[in-house]
């Protein structure tokens, strides 16, 4: 999933304004592991993802800038500017050659992974609105954004046609993912509502209503499983087919969950925490997907992650704290 760093904080906040806090300060994790490799990016992080056959990600910068990193050099292997504006999502093609990336401005851009290399641009109407969302899907071939006013659009991204306008969401949305390998698509708005759409076909396949917002949303690679998470401090796993739900985490106050991220085997979910009193405390769990059990603690130094992502298939969790990017090598989970 594309994650943008931005919406994340920007739900939250919103919705503490209505649900309130307790007053706890999350206690340090020993035995935690240490990130193996940083690297400090020219501007601020708005979005990241992995790319296709590959262990590298991309992410999106506040200046229009595509950074590459590997998640073992000190700097990234490559930057790219395919924006004059803010970088609300990024992706790649299924051959991980090309990064797809959309910008505020409304460009859709393809740019090749190479030094200097141009980017292939089109405009693409997000609306009038304000995009408080956007991702796309695994292979690159569809982008989805949300609106301020909670309008969804699905676009080809070969075209830059907008194929549906899915309407539903009463307020902004705050997360959107895709399913890989299929038309399906989760949305959750500020109004604590997460709807699970057919793009194919504009339907609304299941409505879950809830009192909390939800701020993070996952599907797994292997079934479709669905991952989500909020201010009620817990992960919910959701079937594929009917979205009940089928297990769940709960987080210990004053935790909750801020972003989450598959493993491509579908075996392990990285759960990025957020401390709801200070917005400016968390950490990071890999938890085991079947039995809930806690496989990894990642050290953060107790700095939130933004987004996280699985880079390819060696056990490494790419995630943004601060500035930063950094990646954890977790042995265990591959």
């Known amino acids: 999933m594309a994650h943008t760093s931005a919406f994340v904080c920007f739900g939250i906040a919103t919705a503490l304004a209505v649900a309130g806090a307790s007053v706890h300060e999350r206690q340090a994790q020993s035995g935690a592991v240490a990130h193996s490799a940083a690297v400090t990016l020219p501007a601020n992080i708005t979005s990241l993802a992995a790319i296709n056959q590959s262990s590298s990600v991309a992410a999106g910068l506040a200046d229009g800038q595509v950074a590459v990193w590997n998640g073992r050099d000190t700097a990234p292997a490559v930057v790219l500017k395919p924006h004059a504006a803010r970088v609300l999502a990024v992706g790649s093609t299924a051959d991980g050659r090309e990064v797809w990336s959309v910008a505020r401005d409304g460009s859709l851009a393809r740019t090749l992974i190479a030094p200097g290399a141009q980017a292939k641009s089109k405009p693409v109407d997000l609306g ?42 009463r307020t902004e949305l705050q997360f959107i993912a895709v399913r890989p390998g299929s038309t399906t698509v989760a949305s959750a708005s500020a109004e604590a509502d997460l709807r699970i759409w057919d793009t194919a076909t504009g339907r609304e396949i299941e409505l879950v209503d809830s009192d909390l917002s939800v701020f993070a949303l996952a599907f797994s690679p292997r079934d479709g499983t669905l991952a989500s998470g909020g201010v009620d401090r817990r992960l919910t796993l959701r079937d594929s087919t009917t979205f009940k739900a089928v297990g769940e985490l709960a987080l210990r106050a004053p935790r909750m969950v801020a972003t989450l991220a598959w493993s491509q085997n579908g075996r392990f979910i ?52 601060g500035r930063d990017l950094r990646a954890w090598s977790v042995a265990d989970v591959k």
């Open 270 to 321: 990285a759960l990025g925490d957020i401390d709801d009193e200070t917005l400016s405390k968390g950490g990071i769990e890999v938890v085991d997907a079947t039995s809930r059990a806690t496989v990894a603690s990642l050290d953060t130094g107790r700095v939130p992650a933004d987004a996280l992502v699985f880079a390819g298939d060696i056990g490494m969790v790419v995630g943004i704290v």
């Open 128 to 169: 009038a609105a304000p995009t408080r969302a956007a991702a796309f899907s695994a292979d690159g071939t569809m982008l989805v954004t949300g609106g301020e006013f909670g309008e969804i659009r699905v676009f080809d991204t070969a075209s830059g046609a907008l194929r549906r306008q899915l309407r539903g969401h």
